[in-house]
């Protein structure tokens, strides 16, 4: 009886007759022809031409008869398996000898068939042996997915700071960790929305065709990933600027992305992360770029033009939340655009620092209107910027000694931002959103969140995420599709694909595990 089952075949098996009867061997190819597979066939007369042949060409299936000029068949296998030739082998012959038999098995031959060739017989073997190529290819495409997984979840603990000796054991030593060490440029791409995970979204397959020339991708959440290179010598802008045009053309978004400077070693990729973040931060500042990498801003003809509502309202927001450092730090940037240029007239340079010295007068305690006075009668004298800058410099002071005394209120903003996470973590979170709750800038919140707890927003939010989702496989019988909705992933592939990258085993393995 003939087997009926089929696997997900390929689209073509290479298959080789060798016998030295030119009869048997169109009666072989008859008998495969009638299979209904695709089959592209060869032939040999002798087990020596077979295996010349097989030395510049590789077949699924040899069949072949065992007595031959030259080399029989039993000598071909033997020297196929000596060179580790996994080709399924198939003996067809008049010779029905125990000893032959004998060396087929230990030669792990699929089978021996006698002569004449029984038809149903000859069809149960060939289904047998495709159905061995197929489950071994399944295997090794596996096996491979399996590497693939195990890489990206080393690059991800390596991403996010995790010491080589955390990566190893998280890896218990079964794949080499040499690969972290090749990367020598990273870029973040961010978007202002939940961009990678919206359903049918794979942007790593996107890139594959678009840009050819990444050696590796990862996925950090729903609005960031990360591409590596190896090789330092890359065009980065225009690469950054031609995926930042094409995603604009093909998904009718924008994208920005941050470019790190060169990495070395393992340990370079975190610290490769932290500069692109910081990096990332420019995005609010310039409004203009899409693009950003260290020492833009001394190229004359891409320099990043700060708008200066944007950092005044952020220095207000530092007044505001008393956060010193913060408020020095966009003091400096503020300071940078002016610094040094001669294309702004000193009397329009004099006015936006004396309006930023009433700000800041106005949350002074104990001061009056006189003494302001006195100090914009001094700044517009000033016949330098850097005694401008010194005057405000010195309000700054007065202002963080005041703050010392009045303790910051960031720490409760954070507190109110984490709380919500908490609560609403199986719901639509953004930055945005979450900014507008305790009202500051999205790039605000973002950088005093990342003071506040050693990492950043989105970072925070993946993995509360990814904890609660490990918590429910544990504890709970939810269907993995209704976990990835309750923890925020209304997207399950995407689910399933964040959650192999954290914790380097997928949902159902866990699960089935008992990790």
């Known amino acids: 009886m003939a087997v009926n089952f089929r696997w997900e075949l390929r689209a073509m098996y290479k298959i080789l007759i060798v016998d030295d009867e030119k009869i048997e061997r169109n009666g072989i190819r008859m008998l495969l022809n009638s299979l209904g597979y695709s089959f592209e066939i060869a032939e040999a ?26 080399m029989n068949g039993m000598e071909l296998i033997k020297k196929c398996r000596d060179n580790g030739s996994e080709q399924k082998f198939i003996i067809f012959s008049g010779c029905n000898e125990f000893g032959y038999a004998k060396q087929a098995v230990k030669m792990d031959v ?9 038809p149903s017989e000859f ?5 047998k042996v495709i159905g061995e ?46 690969f972290l060490d090749g990367f020598k440029r990273m870029m973040l791409i961010e978007f202002n929305c939940d961009f990678f995970g919206r359903k049918g979204m794979d942007f790593k397959e996107y890139l594959e065709k678009t840009e050819p020339r990444t050696d ?83 190229e004359n003809d891409e320099a990043v033009q700060t ?21 020095r730090e ?47 009668e001094l700044l517009y004298k000033s016949e ?13 002071d007065r202002l963080a000694n005041s703050f010392d005394k009045n303790p910051s209120m960031v720490h409760r903003e954070i507190e109110i931002v984490k709380k919500y996470i908490y609560e609403h973590f199986g719901e639509d979170i953004s930055v945005e959103s979450l900014s507008k709750m305790v009202y500051m800038a999205p790039s605000y919140l973002s950088s005093v969140f990342k003071k506040e707890t050693g990492v950043n927003l989105s970072r925070f939010i993946k993995t509360y995420r990814m904890e609660q989702a490990k918590d429910m496989l544990e504890n709970s019988m939810a269907k993995i599709v209704d976990i990835s909705e309750t923890c925020g992933y209304p997207n399950v592939s995407y689910f399933c694909s964040s959650f192999r990258e954290y914790f380097g085993i997928s949902p159902q393995k866990f699960r089935k595990n008992g990790e």
């Open 110 to 118: 699929s089978d021996y068939i006698l002569k004449p060739v029984d």
């Open 133 to 178: 190529i197929e489950e071994s290819r399944v295997h090794k495409e596996l096996k491979i997915k399996s590497i693939e997984f195990m890489h990206e979840h080393m690059l991800y603990l390596a991403t996010t700071g995790a010491s080589m000796s955390e990566i190893k054991e998280h890896n218990k030593d079964l794949l080499p960790t040499d």
């Open 307 to 327: 708008d200066d509502d944007t950092v005044i309202k952020q220095m207000k927001q530092d007044v505001k939340m008393k956060d010193a450092a913060s408020l």
């Open 123 to 127: 069809e149960d073997t060939i289904n």
């Open 216 to 298: 590796a991708y990862l996925n950090l959440n729903p609005q960031q990933s990360v591409l590596y290179f190896n090789d330092d010598n890359l065009p980065f802008k225009e690469i950054a600027d031609n995926i930042c045009n094409d995603v604009a053309i093909t998904y009718n978004t924008k994208c920005f992305i941050a470019i790190s400077g060169k990495i070395e070693g393992y340990e370079g990729i975190a610290k490769g992360m932290e500069e692109m973040e910081a990096l990332m931060e420019n995005k609010f500042y310039d409004r203009n770029s899409n693009v950003f990498y260290k020492g833009m801003n001394n």
């Open 384 to 396: 330098d910027f850097d005694t401008v800058r010194g005057i405000v410099d010195k309000n700054i």
């Open 45 to 70: 007369n002798n087990g020596q031409a077979a295996y010349d042949l097989m030395s510049g060409n590789e077949f699924d299936i040899v069949l072949t008869d065992i007595k031959m000029p030259f």
């Open 330 to 376: 966009h003091f400096a940037i503020f300071c940078e655009k002016y610094s040094g240029k001669h294309d702004f007239s000193q009397v329009y340079v004099k006015f936006l620092f004396s309006n930023l010295l009433k700000t800041f007068y106005e949350s002074l305690p104990a001061t009056d209107e006189k003494e302001l006075n006195e100090e914009i």
